[in-house]
């Protein structure tokens, strides 16, 4: 790698493999809405195959580092072996179809001085294909299986910063010195639930979650390629480790986001609906308390 510069208080770091059109928009994205002065950006380049080498090395330097992977590593190490040659005190990782608004980052950087306990801070993300909402966080339903909290829904319910058991690493922002701690992403995942699994490593070692919900990006979701080759057996791996320690934690809170998030899910495409699931939701909620800014401690 070439020399990088002064040393930075921010590293973003983006893998990428091929999709170099996506590639081109984040960067663009990137350099508009942050000073990139007192800021490293380390691309690691998984083997591509479509031009995005050569665009990558015309790149000026500083502050862009290449990582050029001498053969195909995958998200999780890609991730790792850059988080492990950064020298900022932050490190914000993006995915590289994700689409950067103004005023996205200072929020998050604000989460991460003011919550002490904070592991991740994420984001709100939208998906410009279907002009909707498709995170907010994560929630787990009673069987330990992962759901992401905001997805398709036409609005936004929170402002300030909400609290949740995991949030995508797609953009997120953390301590370097707690990602190095933690031993980064388990490299056994394969491009997909690994930020599930470090968020609840994190979570076990006593830290919190938070999402910005002022902060607000673009990301067309699962662009890279084969995407979603590996899930059930990223899934697998997931619950075999984790299943039985969520389902015995599970708190009223988490109960009642997860029933709010199947029941506000579909509330524009009601045939969607699994009847017996919506039912038991709709219980939930009944039951547990009413969905509200408090139930997920927004406005902090």
Known sequence: ??????????????????????????????????DLSRCEVIVADDQSTDGTREYLAALPKPPFRILANDHRRGYAASNNAAAAVARGELLCLLNNDVVLSAGWLEPMVCGLDRFSDAGFIGNVQRNPRTGRYDHMG?????????????????????????????????????????????????????????????????????????????????????????????????????????????????TPRDRILNAANYVLRFATRPWRYNGQRLWRATLSLVSLGRFSHGTARAGY
């Not at 301590?175 to 995942?189: A, H, I, P, R, V």
């Open 138 to 250: 994560f929630v787990f339903d009673d069987d330990g299986v992962p759901w992401l909290f905001g997805k398709h829904f036409p609005f936004r319910p929170y402002g300030g910063y909400t609290e949740w058991r995991a949030v995508s690493a797609a953009c997120c922002l953390i301590k370097k010195q707690l990602f190095l701690t933690m031993g980064g992403f388990d490299e056994q995942y394969i491009n997909g639930s690994e930020d599930l699994d470090l968020c609840l490593r994190i979570g076990q070692a006593g830290r919190r979650h938070y999402v910005a919900n002022e902060s607000i990006v673009t990301h067309y979701v699962s662009s890279s390629q084969d995407r979603h080759a590996f899930n059930a057996a990223n899934e697998q791996r997931l619950l075999a480790r984790w299943q039985a320690e969520i389902q015995q934690s599970l």
């Open 1 to 34: 790698m070439s020399d990088p510069g002064p040393t930075p208080h921010i590293s973003f770091i983006i893998p990428v493999f091929n999709g170099l059109s996506f590639t081109k928009m984040c960067l663009d994205s990137l350099r508009r809405t942050v």
